[in-house]
T-cell receptor, first 113, second 112 residues
Framework: GENVEQHPSTLSVQEGDSAVIKCTYS??????FPWYKQELGKGPQLIID?????GEKKDQRIAVTLNKTAKHFSLHITETQPEDSAVYFC????????????FGRGTQLTVWP | DADVTQTPRNRITKTGKRIMLECSQT?????MYWYRQDPGLGLRLIYY???????NKGEISDGYSVSRQAQAKFSLSLESAIPNQTALYFC???????????FGSGTRLTVV
């Protein structure tokens, strides 16, 4: 199976609503979980990350939660805005070997005004 | 200037041609990576380098080679391009801990 599975592949929300993207990983030794945002014509950009010693991290409208027992982590975007429209990728290393990140297949988020 | 610069931004080449994609970074990081992006498949690791003397294969290295000319430069070569290598290619760099990748803007390669 894939190292990192990401769902959904597409997500449409109304401006002001919340959006949630979920990822699962296969290696219980993984200890770092970043999220990237890719706007059209640009490279992915790190927006938030979490390490395995915490369960949740927030940065303004963005939060990431981690459930190590279930091996899944989620990105939460509140009060969505049209400029949040982009492709979002989750990633995880295989085991604790940082530097070799495995990415999910991406979620196309569209925020309608 | 961008932290990670990729050249060219776009390239169309013919089947069987050799092509090189170049990447340079000003972050001062030792670790550099090449990823390939295809619609619906996410980012897949082609090659990575943890320092100038270290080169490692990723998930999909067949048909590709790399050269780490200096700490700041990491190039990707397609020795004999084929149409299924048509994709968006990204170079990235990270600190020694592997945290916080910084990506370039990508090279869109089309093999006809």
């Amino acid at each position: 199976g894939e190292n990192v599975e990401q769902h959904p592949s597409t997500l449409s929300v109304q401006e002001g609503d919340s959006a949630v993207i979920k990822c699962t990983y296969s290696d219980s030794a993984s200890n770092y979980f970043p999220w990237y945002k890719q706007e059209l014509g640009k490279g992915p950009q790190l927006i938030i990350d979490i390490r395995s010693n915490v369960g949740e991290k927030k940065d303004q409208r963005i939060a990431v939660t981690l459930n190590k027992t279930a091996k899944h982590f989620s990105l939460h975007i509140t009060e969505t805005q049209p400029e949040d429209s982009a492709v979002y990728f989750c990633a995880a290393p295989r085991g604790s070997t940082l530097g070799r990140l495995y990415f999910g297949r991406g979620t196309q988020l569209t925020v309608w005004p | 200037d961008a932290d990670v610069t990729q050249t060219p931004r776009n390239r169309i080449t013919k089947t069987g041609k050799r092509i090189m994609l170049e990447c340079s970074q000003t972050k001062g990081h030792d670790r550099m990576y090449w990823y390939r992006q295809d619609p619906g498949l996410g980012l897949r690791l082609i090659y990575y380098s943890f320092d100038v003397k270290d080169i490692n294969k990723g998930e999909i290295s067949d048909g590709y080679s790399v050269s780490r000319q200096a700490q700041a430069k990491f190039s990707l070569s397609l020795e004999s391009a084929i149409p299924n290598q048509t994709a968006l290619y990204f170079c990235a760099t990270s600190d020694v801990g592997g945290y916080g990748y910084t990506f370039g803007s990508g090279t869109r390669l089309t093999v006809v």
